[in-house]
C-alpha cells in the first residue's frame, strides 16, 4: 500500500513533526514557524500558501501556550512586550497583505538572508545572556520599562533595565513587516532586539518575545485567515501538536542555563536560515 | 526567592492560560470529530488532498469556498467549525487585552491604558474582514 497515498498518514506526521517542534520553539524563543515553514514546505505534499497560513497559526499558538507561564514567573514582561507588539502588529497586518501576492521565491531568498545575518550577529556578542546596560534611556524611564527576575541555574535575582528604546522600535515595526509578510513567527528577530539593542537578559528577551509574537501573529493571522490561505486539516493538527509541545517546554525552560538556550537559538537560526536560503535559490527545493 | 509579578500582568496570564487550555480540549474534541466523519464535511478528504498541493485560489475556486468570513455560515460543517475554532484562538488576545483595560485604569497607568486600547482596536480591524489580501 502506498501511504503517502492516504491523507491520515501525512496528518499522522504533520503532528508528530510539530510536537517535538513545540519542544524546542519554546525553549529557543521562537513561535516555530521559522523551522515550520521552511521544513513542512519541503517535505510535505501541501502548497506553500497553506504552509504559511498553518505557519502563523504555529507560531500564534505556541506563543499563546507558553505566554500564561512565562508572564506568571516574571521571564516576560508586558511594560517591556505591549509597546513593541503594538508596532509590530501594525506592520504585520501591512506585511500580510505584501507576503500573500509577492512571488514566494524572493520572500524565501530575503528571509534566509535576514536570519543567517541575525545568526552572525548573535553568535559575535559577547553579553548576550546579561547585556550591560549602564544608564535606562529616557524613553524606557518614561514607560518604566525594567524588572526583576529569579535566575533558577545561578539560584540568583537578576535585576535588569534598558536602553536604545526608540531604535528597537523602529526595527519592531520592520521585524512585525517581516512577520506578516513570510507568514511567520518572529522569535528569531525579536530575540535579538530584546537582547542585543536594548539589553535584556536573554530569558526575559526570550520570554517577552514569546508576547510579541502572541499579538502580532494574531494580526496577521485574521488577514490570512480571510484570505482563504488556511486549510483546517492541515492547521490543527499542527496547532495541537505545538501546544503539546510547548506546554512541556515552557517547563523545561526555567531550568536550562542561559548558555545552553543560547546554543539552541543559534542553532535554529543557522538551519532555518540557510535552509530558507536554498530553497529560494532552487538549490534545496 | 520569588519576585512580584504585576498586576495586569497575573489577569493576562491566568485568562489566556484558561482560554489556551480549554482552546486545546474543544479543537481536539472537534478535530476527531471532523476526521472520524462525525461532522459533515463540506469538502470530501479526497478532493482536498487532490488539491492541497495548489495555489490556495485555485483551491477556493475548485472547492467553492467562501472567502472573507462568509464561511461562517457553513459551521455545521467540520471543516467551518475547526476553522472557527482557530479563529477563537486568535480573539483570546483580543479578550486578554481588553481584561487588563480595566486594572490599567485602576493603576493610573494612562500610557499603558492607551496602548493597550489601540491594540485592541488594531486587532479588531485585522480581525472585521475589511483588510483582504487578493492573489
Keep these: 500500500m502506498d501511504l503517502t497515498a492516504l491523507w491520515w498518514f501525512w496528518i499522522l506526521l504533520l503532528f508528530i513533526f510539530t510536537f517535538l517542534l513545540g519542544i524546542l520553539a519554546v525553549m529557543a524563543g521562537v513561535g516555530g514557524g521559522v523551522l515550520f515553514t521552511p521544513i513542512v514546505g519541503s517535505f510535505f505534499p501541501f502548497h506553500l500558501d497553506f504552509v504559511r497560513g498553518a505557519g502563523l497559526f504555529i507560531a500564534l499558538t505556541a506563543s499563546l501556550a507558553a505566554s500564561p507561564g512565562l508572564l506568571r514567573r516574571g521571564l516576560a514582561s508586558l511594560r517591556l512586550a505591549m509597546p513593541m507588539a503594538l508596532i509590530a502588529s501594525t506592520s504585520s497586518i501591512a506585511g500580510a497583505l505584501v507576503g500573500l501576492v509577492i512571488p514566494t521565491n524572493i520572500v524565501q531568498v530575503l528571509l534566509g538572508l535576514a536570519i543567517i545575518f541575525i545568526f552572525f550577529v548573535m553568535l559575535r556578542a559577547k553579553r548576550a545572556e546579561f547585556p550591560l546596560v549602564e544608564k535606562p534611556d529616557k524613553l524606557s524611564q518614561v514607560l518604566k520599562i525594567s524588572g526583576l527576575y529569579y535566575e533558577e541555574s545561578s539560584n540568583e535575582l537578576v535585576e535588569w533595565k534598558v536602553h536604545r528604546t526608540w531604535q528597537a522600535m523602529v526595527l519592531f515595526v520592520l521585524v512585525g513587516f517581516m512577520a506578516g509578510m513570510f507568514g511567520l513567527g518572529a522569535g528569531w528577530a525579536n530575540v535579538p532586539v530584546f537582547n542585543l539593542v536594548m539589553g535584556t537578559p536573554l530569558k526575559i528577551a526570550a520570554g517577552s518575545s514569546m508576547f510579541v509574537i502572541s499579538v502580532a501573529d494574531t494580526a496577521a493571522a485574521f488577514v490570512y485567515l480571510t484570505s482563504g490561505s488556511v486549510l483546517a486539516l492541515i492547521t490543527i493538527p499542527s496547532v495541537l501538536g505545538i501546544m503539546l509541545g510547548s506546554f512541556i517546554g515552557v517547563r523545561l525552560l526555567a531550568k536550562v542555563n542561559p548558555r545552553v538556550v543560547r546554543l539552541i537559538v543559534l542553532a535554529v537560526l543557522l538551519f532555518a536560515g540557510v535552509r530558507s536560503l536554498l530553497k529560494g535559490l532552487g538549490i534545496w527545493v | ?135
Aim: proline share 3%; net charge neutral.
Design chain 2, 1 to 135: 526567592m520569588k519576585v512580584e509579578v504585576p498586576k495586569e500582568q497575573l489577569v493576562y496570564a491566568r485568562i489566556l492560560g484558561y482560554g489556551t487550555k480549554i482552546s486545546i480540549l474543544v479543537i481536539a474534541a472537534a478535530y476527531i470529530a471532523y476526521i472520524t466523519g462525525i461532522l459533515p464535511h463540506y469538502i470530501e478528504f479526497d478532493k482536498i488532498v487532490e488539491l492541497w498541493g495548489k495555489k490556495s485560489h485555485k483551491f477556493v475556486e475548485e472547492t467553492n469556498t467562501p472567502t472573507g468570513w462568509e464561511w461562517i455560515g457553513l459551521v455545521m460543517y467540520g471543516d467551518f467549525l475547526n476553522l472557527l475554532l482557530l479563529t477563537f484562538l486568535s480573539f483570546l488576545t483580543i479578550i486578554c487585552y481588553s481584561a487588563i483595560i480595566p486594572v490599567l485604569v485602576a493603576k493610573k497607568d494612562f500610557i499603558y491604558f492607551v496602548i493597550a486600547l489601540v491594540e485592541v482596536v488594531v486587532l479588531l480591524l485585522a480581525a472585521s474582514g475589511l483588510i483582504v489580501a487578493g492573489h
